[in-house]
């Protein structure tokens, strides 16, 4: 099993994780809390971190004997492949695999320490970041939301500005596609995502909710 990997990030931070691939199955724990997966997928665990100093646990639990056969798994090796976004971007990729003994067993994938800190340099830090989570949340939550590449975000142009100074950028690529960026008042990209042409309408239609009630226009 591999070392405690160490990484920090601040208090206000998006803390990501996607299972990229898995077999059989995968799950994470952070602290006390327990987030299961399905492969493709990406889940935001902020909710479970805490100051300090938190242990997230990667790991991959196999099969019993029966059910391996039964999905057709028995001659494959167990194997977990996952990814750790902050803000947005991409801060590791663990990957592990191996033999399988017969019965359940659970294997680290990876152990990470993630050390929250406080920004004290703001005077009041908590409010405004929970509204940028928020927005961030809702743009997750639309169907057919996918990652970005942030370094996209030099072609979009301003859609929606937001109070804290918080801005809303979009993009149509060549092919069509929309893209929309999250940018903090220091003009950060927190968060970066398209959607597909069948979930344009929806898209724009969360646009002009979060307009609504966050715009400070």
Not at 71 to 86: A, K, V
Not at 132 to 154: C, F, H, W, Y
Request: include cysteine.
């Amino acid at each position: 099993m591999e070392s405690m990997i160490k990484l920090s990030a601040l208090n206000t931070s998006l803390i990501e994780v996607r299972l990229i691939e898995g077999r059989d199955q995968a799950y994470i724990t952070v602290n006390e809390h327990y987030f299961s997966w399905v492969t493709g997928t990406k889940i935001n665990i902020s909710s479970a971190l805490q100051e300090g100093v938190n242990l997230l646990n990667l790991m991959i639990k196999t099969y019993p004997l029966i059910e391996r056969i039964r999905r057709g798994l028995f001659n494959q090796d167990w194997c977990g492949r996952f990814e750790l976004y902050i803000d947005g971007k991409l801060r590791g990729t663990y990957n592990q695999s191996g033999g399988v003994i017969l019965g359940s067993r659970e294997y680290t994938v990876a152990q990470i320490e993630l050390n929250i800190d406080i920004d004290h340099s703001k005077n009041n830090p908590d409010q405004p970041d929970k509204e940028l989570l928020k927005i961030i949340s809702r743009l997750e939550n639309i169907p057919g939301m996918t990652s970005a590449n942030s370094k996209d975000v030099q072609y979009s142009t301003p859609y929606i500005l937001l109070k804290n100074k918080f801005k809303i950028n979009i993009w149509k690529n060549l092919a069509g596609v929309d893209h929309v960026f999250v940018l903090d008042s220091s003009g950060n990209c927190c968060f970066a995502g398209y959607v597909g042409w069948i979930h344009a309408q929806k898209f724009y239609q969360t646009l002009q909710q979060i307009r609504n009630d966050y715009s400070n226009i």
